[in-house]
DNA sequence: TTAGGGTTAG
């Protein structure tokens, strides 16, 4: 019994199959985690037991059953880590893997390179196992398929699959040819450059600085590896660079004897760029020339279709199905039956265009030709629900994946980070990408990039530097720096207010990471200047990006809605509505389509105008948009019912700052009379206008609402991450509903209503509502209304100016330049005593408001020329400052009206009257009903207690409050003096 | 487990 896996079956031929199984096997099975001592025992045990077969057996004639007891002896060389010794082998080998011999025989050879690359890996490393790859020119060849050896598929699958990967541990592969430079020739060179292509491509890392470094030191590369690369770019939306790598290549080919051949694989290429791009004419061009060849594969008509679902022409898709697989069609005719991929395409197809229905009926079709859905169509789902913002659905999708034992990838899992992102609820997206890595998943830029813009939209600069540090960490899964991570911390940037001059001076940068801008960071850029009112710079750079597009063919700076949209808000918010006109004509004449914000903004403007002209303006345009049959503009990316309530938000909003609660009920209910649902948004500014016209009946009657609304808000985000709905709480919520809180707040203290006040923020507290800085002001007014100055006064010191000091801190905090993992939730939390968590900084999504504070950020850093060059290679290193410099760092501290307050509570103390709650009816909080002597003496005594308290427990308020007057005092003199 | 799905701008 010489091993204990089973007697060896028969005879040797068979009993040398079944040992290069076996150990093929185990070494997969140990997968990763090889130790030498188990690599040891198996090359020992396998030479044992080549001994044992008979020892003549080298002199048979029988050349399968020879070669394969040398390849195994190679092999267990190889097992027992003799480098030489098993590279002489392989050379010996060789000899034997011919295309002429026995596909069985050239298999088990593959099984020996296979065994071989895994021992070299596992004794030397993975620059190992590339150079016996180049070493030994043979084996490369098996990176290919060889169409002319189909029995040899298999074996040829595995060796690929299973060498390919072992070669990403060479992390840097332009600095590893670089090297090897001098000591390969051209021909190893060539060699070394596409198997690293492969790898790369394989691995999801670019392929393209490869290829151009082999490119540039005029090295041999096959077209099949270039067109790799062309894919891999359109895969990656580089469409531009796949073009121009495909322009140099010409469709034909001379043979030698002058024959012209179409270019093997240009065709294909070609397709399957113009199908990614959605260039249906392109598309269309290159498929039939194939077809007329019949030379269209499965794959090639799945890329044509593919053409038409990018375009949203799912039925045309269709179409093409039906006639490339007409139904009823002979079973038995082999090539002409649809792949799981050709009825993913269709359902993909109807996805684009959001027609569940007929997702649906393809995914019926699909199952009854005997597929079952697998994680792409899953995928495709979730992203098309994702999209309508139908968190239900998608929840019971994921209910049914895991019913139906369909693991996540890392795609369907970033899904889900991004529309937690878009939710402003960034501890659900670290909480699910935490999940995603708990079961396995290695997560990829794209799933990195989400987390980093989940932090980015809700304000939480620290969040999104660290994920920003982990990308720029050589090493780390999905770390690079691409035009996409680039662009995301662009948006901090924008939203933060950055000045102008910071925003460019990074845009400069771009080139020196060989990074090209595109259309989102010209988009970024000129918002950047239209924030700081620099119009003609917007201009001027818009006509860089049309020259560029057009000179230059950059197809993808074309303009489009998005930029459009920006330059013409910045003239609307400049006043010069003329210009902002000449914007609409302008996306007119390019044919570029407005949608619901375009609007949005428009209406905006005239709707704030403080005339009842402007607002008249606003209706007719809403009105027209409504008569509209076609409605153009409802399509947007996030479905129907958010472009609905984005063109009636204008007219809600400025009416119930104007205090028309006539005209705020008539907007809304004409919203919901055109299939509009009431959301937070529109119940806010509903309940503000009630609270402005003193209504607390309405108030009161939308607060549950709202209240409701909240709640399933955040049961949606909680479905999301937990697969469950868990207890009520409102801990995800964004600052959608902090605002609402306020207003109630306010509306109930004015109508001194204070036990609701305190009830209604137990309860909130209790759900695990995070307060911003605003309701922790405005409580503070309600109890100075409430006639509790001393708990006023206590919670701006205890708990406002506590978070001043924690947000302090953490600003001061050591970044970790190479985190290990991109999340926050892996870092210590602060140091928080009995505060519950506060909601991260406002973000600034409100561009009047970011152009006010970067005119203001500006003025502060007129001095600071060196921020910019201090880090000129550390991107994030200007937001760190900036985030200290900005106005909104100091989100935390009682607001101007807070302190103002406090001080005439303290004046009013000092002169020896107590604060009165406000009660119902009534309007001063200071009001002194007529008392007789003793009673005045009294409450004289009791205010003299109650400032003597607030004196001793509240020093730091105190004192705020004497600064604060002071600063004021003296900010008047000078405005006088100005005056003078 | 070749293919097909996601990431960044108003």
């Not at 080919?253 to 113009?274: C, I, M, N, S, Y």
């Not at 102008?500 to 259309?519: M, S, T």
């Not at 008249?616 to 049959?629: F, G, P």
């Not at 506060?838 to 060196?866: F, G, I, V, W």
């Amino acid at each position: 019994m010489w091993l204990h896996y089973g007697q060896p079956p028969g005879p040797p031929s068979a009993t040398l199959a079944f040992l290069a199984n076996l150990i093929l096997s185990v070494m997969r099975e140990e997968d990763g985690v090889l130790s030498q001592d188990l690599l040891q025992r198996w090359g020992n045990r396998l030479q044992s037991a080549l001994r044992h077969i008979d020892p003549g057996i080298q002199d048979m004639p029988s050349n399968l059953v020879r070669v394969r007891w040398n390849g195994l002896f190679v092999a267990s060389m190889a097992l027992l880590g003799k480098l030489d010794d098993t590279m002489d082998g392989c050379s010996v080998l060789f000899h034997q893997d011919d295309p002429k011999h026995k596909s069985t025989l050239r298999g088990h050879i593959l099984q020996v390179y296979t065994i071989v690359a895994l021992s070299v890996f596992h004794y030397h490393g993975a620059a190992a196992v590339l150079d016996f790859l180049i070493e030994h020119p043979w084996v490369d060849k098996y990176f290919t398929a060889e169409p002319n050896s189909p029995a040899l598929v298999p074996d040829i699958k595995r060796f690929a699959r299973t060498v390919l990967p072992l070669l990403s541990g060479i992390t840097d592969p332009v600095g590893h040819l670089q090297e090897a430079r001098t000591i390969r020739s051209d021909r190893q060179l060539s060699a070394m450059g596409s198997i690293l292509i492969r790898v790369a491509a394989r691995t999801g890392r670019d392929p393209y600085p490869i290829l151009e470094f082999l490119q540039r030191h005029k090295i041999f590369v096959p077209d099949e590896v270039v067109f790799m690369v062309i894919k891999e770019l359109a895969r990656a939306n580089s469409f531009d660079l796949a073009s121009q790598l495909l322009e140099r290549y010409s469709p034909e080919v001379v043979t030698p004897k002058g024959e012209r051949r179409p270019r093997p694989g240009f065709h294909a290429t070609g397709l399957f760029l113009a199908s990614r791009r959605g260039d249906v004419a392109a598309a269309e061009k290159y498929y039939s020339f194939l077809s007329k060849r019949s030379q269209a594969d499965a794959d090639d008509k799945a890329s044509y279709m593919h053409a038409y679902a990018v375009a949203s022409q799912a039925s045309k898709a269709a179409k093409l199905f039906d006639e490339f697989f007409p139904a009823g069609d002979n079973p038995r005719s082999k090539h002409e039956h649809p792949n799981i991929v050709h009825y993913t395409t269709i359902i993909f197809a109807y996805a684009q265009v959001g027609d569940l229905e007929s997702v649906n009926l393809w995914l019926g079709k699909l199952s009854h030709a005997g597929f079952r859905p697998d994680v792409h169509v899953y995928s495709i789902i979730l992203q098309t629900l994702a999209q309508r913002g139908d968190i239900e659905s998608m929840s019971s999708v994921l209910d049914q994946m895991r019913r139906s034992k369909v693991s996540l990838t890392a795609v369907p899992y970033t899904t889900l980070i991004t529309i937690l992102g878009k939710r402003q609820d960034p501890h659900g997206a670290e909480r699910i990408y935490k999940r995603a890595i708990d079961e396995g998943v290695v997560p990829d830029r794209e799933m990195v990039t989400s987390i980093m813009n989940a932090h980015v939209e809700s304000g939480s600069w620290q969040g999104a530097i660290r994920a920003f540090d982990y990308l720029m960490t050589p090493g780390r899964p999905g770390a690079a720096l691409t035009i996409e991570v680039f662009n995301t911390l662009m948006k901090a940037y924008v939203l933060i207010a950055a000045p102008f001059r910071i925003v460019a001076h990074l845009f400069r940068q771009l080139g020196k990471v060989n990074l090209r801008p595109d259309a989102r960071t010209f988009a970024l850029l000129i918002q950047s200047a239209c924030d700081s009112g620099f119009m003609d710079i917007s201009e001027d750079l818009y006509k860089e990006m049309e020259r560029l597009a057009t000179e230059d063919k950059q197809t993808s700076l074309k303009a489009n809605v998005h930029v459009l949209t920006i330059i013409m808000r910045g003239y609307l918010l400049t006043g010069r509505r003329l210009k902002a006109k000449g914007v609409m004509d302008r996306m007119k004449a390019l044919g570029v389509e407005p949608n619901a914000i375009t609007y949005a903004h428009i209406m905006k403007a005239y709707a704030e105008q403080t005339t009842s002209e402007g607002a008249q303006v606003a209706e007719n345009l809403l009105r027209s948009l409504m008569r509209d049959e076609k409605r153009p503009w409802l399509q947007l990316e996030r479905g129907r019912r958010l472009a609905l309530e984005t063109v009636y938000r204008p007219l809600l909003n400025a009416y119930a700052k104007r205090e028309l609660v006539y005209d705020v009920e008539r907007i809304h209910r004409e919203m919901m009379d055109a299939g509009g649902e009431p959301t937070l948004g529109t119940l806010t500014a509903l309940l503000d206008a009630y609270r402005r016209t003193g209504n607390i009946e309405g108030v009161r009657s939308i607060w549950p609402e709202i209240r409701r609304l909240g709640h399933e808000y955040t049961r949606h985000n909680s479905l999301l991450t937990s697969g469950q709905s868990s207890g009520p709480s409102l801990s995800g919520l964004g600052i959608i509903m902090c605002i609402p809180l306020s207003i109630y707040v306010d509306a109930l203290s004015v109508a001194g209503e204070h036990g609701e006040v305190a009830l209604v923020w137990k309860m909130l507290k209790d759900e695990g509502l995070q307060f911003d800085s605003h309701n922790w002001n405005h409580l503070v007014v309600a109890l100075v209304r409430a006639g509790e100055p001393h708990r006023a006064f206590d919670i701006v010191e205890n708990v406002i100016l506590r978070y001043q000091a924690q947000a302090r801190a953490q600003y001061g905090r050591g970044r970790d330049m190479h985190p290990s993992s991109p999340l926050s939730l892996d870092l210590p939390p602060p140091e928080e005593g009995d505060l519950p968590t506060p909601r991260p900084e406002a973000p600034l999504h409100n561009a009047p408001r970011r152009a006010q504070l970067s005119e203001r950020t500006t003025k502060r850093m007129r001095n600071m020329t060196s921020i910019e060059e201090r880090g000129s290679q550390d991107f994030a290193h200007p937001l760190l400052m900036l985030q200290q410099l900005s106005p909104l760092w100091n989100t935390w501290r009682p607001h101007g009206a807070t302190l103002t307050l406090l001080g005439q509570v303290l004046d009013h103390l000092r002169s020896g009257r107590l604060v009165q709650p406000v009660r119902p009816n009534a309007d001063a909080a200071f009001e002194q009903a007529a008392l007789d002597a003793t009673e005045m003496k009294l409450r004289t005594e009791a205010a003299g207690i109650v400032l003597g308290g607030i004196y001793d427990a509240f020093p730091r308020t105190v004192q705020l409050i004497a600064e604060y007057e002071i600063m004021k005092r003296s900010s008047q003199r000078g405005m006088q003096q100005d005056s003078s």
